[in-house]
């Protein structure tokens, strides 16, 4: 395992001079924060739109259209604040707009275009960070994607990471300079750009991570780390200090919005650590995602996911009913409807679902569901939240659970469906969710 440090710095990061002066700062800090992956520029001043959705606006100027913005004046937009950034970390880089307004006048279409536009708003911020690291005798080389084989799938707006990149990504070992690399964005086979997912900087530093086997990846952004639940309900929710990449997936999946997904893939099958940390205040730890930790304490966190529904149907022996089960969840796959758990007895079953897919889809779901499996009752409940509590240490006491039905009942609180995982590591909690608040701060009071 190579000793080096993989950076990511988001959006709020680099989104100014002051937040870019920081992010050096951090990098002059250690000098193992070999590998920078940079985000756009975060968001404009005046209407506080991201640059990238700017840069998308460009392309296709119905996508802010709820802001009422042209592309010309996201254009504007746009280069006024590449020029800000050049002159307020006074860089003399004499090409650098005349570049990006010749690419903001791309003559390519479609959604080879919108990648391409979207991709700026990375590519010239790390021109703009490599050329100030630089200036502060910070020997730094600008790694753009397109010339390092940051190889991905042409689906041009969530592009997929090819298995030719960790190859080419691998060479970077070699290179004794500060890497500044341009995140969320890469090359095509054909070398066309490709963006990946939104928020996809992240991916972008932990393939990097994977490909050269660091030792550390740090995710810096503006929050302090992962919380035990989302501070904006609980006031007195901590920043955990260590968590599983097992658990940070658990909670991902229901409702914490940590980073990109994908992100953590890679870094977890090589045993790569990731630190999530504030920009705006470096000295504190942040949260430390790794393979393994002492379970010191039995949850680590407690997620809520709101906007759920479950279908719920009865019928005389279901249970017996070899196929029942397939069956029903094939109707639920024809809608490409992702379904969450399906709690079962011997008549009856239910399926948890986001409220969102059934919109348009449900009396032909309802429809099919009566016609192939006969039920005798067939109900639709909305309106509800799962509140999922998470922690290795759960399998060793499960008795956990009994803590949070107690503390929901002692509120008169109504749980309206139950569910362990197979695990044994997390367990769901289905309410209404007008009591999804207090239920979530109860629970975080009474668990963790
Ligand atoms: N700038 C891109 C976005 O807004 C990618 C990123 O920030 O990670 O989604």
């Known amino acids: 395992m190579s000793k080096q440090i993989v950076c990511k710095f988001g959006g709020s990061s680099v989104e100014n001079a002051a937040q870019i002066k920081k992010v050096a700062n951090i990098i002059q800090d250690n000098n193992k924060r070999k590998y920078i992956v940079v985000s756009a520029p975060g968001r404009d001043e005046k209407h506080g739109i991201k ?14 259209a709820d802001e009422d913005l042209t592309s010309e004046q996201s254009k504007e937009i746009v280069l006024d604040k590449f020029e800000g950034l050049l002159k307020d970390l006074v860089i003399e880089d004499k090409t650098l707009l005349e570049d990006l307004k010749k690419d903001l006048d791309t003559k390519l279409t479609g959604e080879k275009r919108e990648a391409f536009l979207a991709s700026r708003g990375e590519k010239y911020n790390a021109r703009i960070i490599a050329d100030y690291l630089n200036k502060l005798g910070l020997k730094t080389k600008l790694i753009l994607p397109e010339e390092v084989g940051f190889t991905v799938s042409s ?85 955990v200090q260590r968590l599983t990449f097992k658990e940070i997936r658990l909670l991902s999946s229901k409702g914490f919005n940590v980073f990109h997904f994908d992100a953590m893939i890679n870094c977890k099958k090589a045993n790569i650590p990731i630190n999530i940390r504030n920009t705006n205040k470096p000295s504190a730890n942040g949260t430390m995602i790794l ?75 309802k429809q099919d569901i009566e016609k192939e499996l006969n039920p005798d ?43 362990q995982s197979p695990a044994k590591i997390s367990f ?3 309410v209404n969710s007008q009591h999804a608040d207090t239920a979530l701060k109860i629970l975080h009071e009474k668990l963790i």
């Not at 640059?51 to 802010?64: E, G, M, V």
């Not at 500060?178 to 972008?204: H, M, N, Q, W």
């Not at 969450?340 to 969102?356: F, G, M, N, R, W």
């Open 155 to 239: 689906d041009f707006l969530s592009a997929k990471v090819l298995a030719e990149s960790y190859k080419n990504l691998a060479k970077l070992k070699n290179e004794s300079d500060i890497c500044l690399v341009p995140g969320f964005y890469g090359v095509t086979k054909k070398g066309e750009i490709a963006v990946l997912s939104r928020g996809g900087s992240d991916l972008t530093g932990g393939e990097i991570a994977y490909a050269i086997n660091a030792s550390l990846y740090e995710n810096w952004s503006d929050i302090d780390g992962v919380y035990e639940a989302d501070p904006r309900i609980v006031d007195n929710a901590d920043v």
């Open 377 to 419: 009752v067939i109900d639709v409940v909305y309106n509800l939240s799962i509140l999922s509590a998470v922690g290795i240490g759960l399998k060793d006491d499960t008795t956990i659970i009994a803590d949070a039905i107690i503390a929901l009942k002692e509120q008169n609180i109504e749980i309206e469906m139950m569910d």
């Open 428 to 430: 769901h909690i289905a």
């Open 291 to 365: 393979t393994d930790r002492v379970p010191m304490e039995n949850i680590v966190g407690i997620a809520k996911l709101d906007d759920m529904a479950y279908i719920y149907l009865e019928k005389d022996g279901i249970s017996d009913e070899v196929g029942f089960t397939e069956n029903l969840l094939n109707i639920f796959n024809r809608y490409k409807i992702n379904t969450y758990y399906y709690p079962t007895d011997k008549d009856d079953i239910a399926v948890l679902i986001s409220q969102e897919d059934l919109e348009g889809n449900i009396n032909n779901l």
């Open 51 to 64: 640059i990238t959705d700017h840069l998308l606006n460009i392309s296709n100027s119905r996508h802010l």
